[in-house]
Every structure is written in structure tokens, then in C-alpha cells.
């Protein structure tokens, strides 16, 4: 991984800190590119101060570090941050993952700047593209960036299905911006929530067409079916195995946990999670998560700078340490070039279109000068930006990095140093009674000028039409 010049110097002094390779994908698995051994996540989902509280535990070492000590405790090598504020310099946090043989698993939004449910079009638009690409600017530089989720439950029930077509725009536009910017091909996937209605379909469609770039490269699920001392039989992991046979890309468990148990969590699933029982299908898992929250799915329960461990930590720690991963290559599948058929449009079922949107013309600035200046919590609300690609004022970063332009990695433009994003969180992700789940679920206060959008979105209108509407509204005011 590369560090600020700083920060490099600093560590010629301790260069025997090995760095990590970055892991790719071959097949359905995930590879060690240094030792060219299998990949499986072991790992828990990182969002201390919870979905209501959302703050950048990465943006701020005095947090990362308090907690990495508890990471390697117990023994894991990937953790997943559901939103950060790009704005912030993440070198020193990516720096102690690294030297802690931990790997990253980014989702890419935040709670404002996301593709909404409400109005999925809408929100997928070149302020939305800018701060998505920005987040890819700061963190394709670290090479234990293990991958890019695009989105986390966007679908979230069987009415929800439409908003795949622009989480998929999005997959499309973020691999495409990777390789335009030069950077290396790390995996950009989806996180799915666990829909009885859909889950087959949503996998297939994340995974389907002919464009390889509109493909994920990874498919998370979060599968709270394992509850208790359970069985492979008995939780339905085993029907899970079954449904994603011979699914071309790596899938994980983006979250599991049940916490549905009197006590504590036994945590007996790691033992079948990295068995061959599942490892030709699944790649292993990160469990919902680290801190104690509102929800208790917590591990440990955090107070300033002191954490203590619940009993779900030591019975994690202990599952994970006496279970090995299985042997050689578990059992993965090569065929890489079988991936899935596009489901059918159904009315009321699947809604997604296997025609995806063009991508907003005004982003295609970014893909030659990288997408400027990050604004991290000044991104504002996106979800309603739709009208806003005509008049799109791109904003020069002199900082912006890419690998073609070996540009030098800076602490950002981190003048405000308030992290998170405020109010509820696109990756809250818990499954069952949490209140607020999934991206995009937050309804800003819409505009004059949104409410005109959503009227004329609904009626089958165009955003230009809305901007000059909301034009002259402005006008005559
Ligand atoms: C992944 O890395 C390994 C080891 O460096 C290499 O042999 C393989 O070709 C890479 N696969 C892809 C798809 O880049
Ligand atoms: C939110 O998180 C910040 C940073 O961890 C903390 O200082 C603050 O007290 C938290 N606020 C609430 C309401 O919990
Ligand atoms: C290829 O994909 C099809 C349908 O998705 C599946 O039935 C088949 O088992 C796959 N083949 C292999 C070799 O994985
Ligand atoms: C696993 O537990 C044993 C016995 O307590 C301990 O000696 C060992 O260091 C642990 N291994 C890991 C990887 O934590
Ligand atoms: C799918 O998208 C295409 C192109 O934007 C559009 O013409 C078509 O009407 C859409 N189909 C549905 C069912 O929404």
C-alpha cells in the first residue's frame, strides 16, 4: 500500500512490517495474489455509534486503534465500514489495518448521497456519481481494500425490486471509473438483504448480461437464518448452498449473527461457514458486528476510549480460533465465464430492466480528471440532485490521485473534522426489527422543485422538463 511521503519515511524504520498483497478474484473465490492461496473472509461489520449515530471509524485514528486491538484478538483479517466521510485523510487507519493483516470491505455510500427507494432514478445522478468516485479516489491508493460494495439492501422487500436497475448503473460506472482512472481491479459487489421473494433473482440479475463491467465481481448476502446451536441442515444454510450452485463470483455472508437467543451467541456456524459444507459456494463471512448498539448485535460494548468484551466476543474469538480454513482451494468453482441469465421483467415480482441507464453525461468529466474535490459530509442530500447534471459545475482537486497520474497521496482538504453523516445509516444493515435499514431509506425534506420531480417522475416525466419547471417556479418568486 502506498502512504503519504510522511508516513513512508517514517516507516523505513520498520520496513519488516510486511505490507498486504491485495486479494483478487479467480472463479467464485478470492486469492492471496503474494502466496496464490484461497481467501476467506473472517471478519466483523465496523459501524461503532450504530446506524443512528454514524461516524467514520477510519477517518479517526484514536478510534481505529482502540479497536484494532480487539480485531486481531480475535483473530480476523477483514472488516466492513458502511459509510465514511470522504472528505477526512484515511492513511493512518488503513496504515494499522494493514500492519494488523486486516483487509477493508468499503460500501460507498452514505445515507444522503445513495440510490433512493423513493425515487431511484432520481437519485442516481452526477452529484451522487461524485461523491461515489471520490470515495474510490481515496481508497483505491490502499491495497488491503479487499472491495467496493455499491449498495447495501436497496432492495428490500418485493416492491423494491426497480431500484436494482441503478445500484447496477452504478456497479457499471464504478468499474468503469476504476479502469479509467487506472487503478487496480479491485471487486465492486452488492450486499443483499435476505428477501424470500427475490433472493435468487437478485443474485442472478447483479450477475447477468454480456457487459462484464455491469457484472459484480462479488455478491454479499446477510443471512440471519443461523440461529443458536443450529445445523447446516436445520439453519438452510444447505438450501442456500444449493440455490447459488455454480454462481460465477465469489459470495460471502456480508452479515450473519442471529442474535434471536436467550444469552449469548454461540457463534457454532463458523465451524460450518468455513467447511467444505460451504466453501465451493461461499467464501466466508463477516459478522453482525463489532459494537454494541440499539439493535444488540453488539460484541463488545464501547464507552469513550474503553471497550469491554460482552460473552459474544469470547465465544467469536474462540470459534474462529480452533476453526481452520479448509484445505486447497476448497472446492471453488473456475467457470468464471458462466455467469447467470438475466431474470425476466415481472410485473409486481421483478422490476428490474436489463436495460440499464446511460450514465449522466456530466460524470463523463470524472473519468478524465477524477472526480475532483471530495466533499465528504458537504455532499449534502443527493437523493434528490436529479435536476442538478445540466448546470454540474465540475470542481478541480489539485490532491486528486489516481494511478495513472501517480498523483501523491495528501491528508485531504479536511478543514471541517465532523465525521459520519449524521442521521441514519445506508448500511445499518441488521435484518429483522432494526428501524432503519438499508440504503437510501432516509426521505430528505423534498423541495418545491423535488415534489414537482416525484410528481412527473411518477408520470412517466423527464428531469429536464422538471428543471425548467422548477426554473421558472424560481423566476416568479
Ligand atoms: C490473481 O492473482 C494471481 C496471483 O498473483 C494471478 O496468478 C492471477 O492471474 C490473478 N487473477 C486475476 C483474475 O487477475
Ligand atoms: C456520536 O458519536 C460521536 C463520536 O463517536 C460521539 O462523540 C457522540 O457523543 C455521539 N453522539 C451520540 C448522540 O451518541
Ligand atoms: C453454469 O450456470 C448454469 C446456470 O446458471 C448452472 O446450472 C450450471 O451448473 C453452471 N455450470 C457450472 C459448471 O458451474
Ligand atoms: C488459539 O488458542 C490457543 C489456546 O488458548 C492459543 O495458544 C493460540 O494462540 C490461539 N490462536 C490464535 C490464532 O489466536
Ligand atoms: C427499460 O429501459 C428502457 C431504456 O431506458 C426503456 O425503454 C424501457 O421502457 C424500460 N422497461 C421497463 C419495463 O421499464
Redesign the pocket.
Known sequence: MKFSTISALASLTSLVTAALPPINVTGNAFWNTETGDRFYIRGVDYQ??GS??L?DPLG?ES?CKRDIEYFKELGINTIRVYSIDNEQSHDACMEALDDAGIYLILDVNTPKASISRASAKCSYNVKYLQNVFATIDEFAQYDNVLGFFAGNEVINDDKSTATATYVKATVRDMKKYLKARGFRAIPVGYSAADVDENRLQAAEYFNCGDDEDARIDMFGVNDYSWCGDSSFQQSGYKEKVTLYAGYSVPIFLSEFGCNEVPGSRPFTEIESIYSTDMSGVFSGGLVYEYSQEDNNYGLVDIDGDSVTKRDDFNNLAEQYNKTKNPEGNGGFNSQSSNYSECPDFEDGKWEANNTLPDMPSAASVFFESGAGKPLGTNAGDTQWACGDDDDFKFSSDSTTRSATTGGSQSSGSSGSSS??SGSSASGSGSSESSSSRGSGSNLAIPTVFNIAYLILDNFGGICLLTFVLASVIAITV
Open positions: 461503532p455509534g443512528s449515530n461516524t479517526d478510534i465525521s459520519g
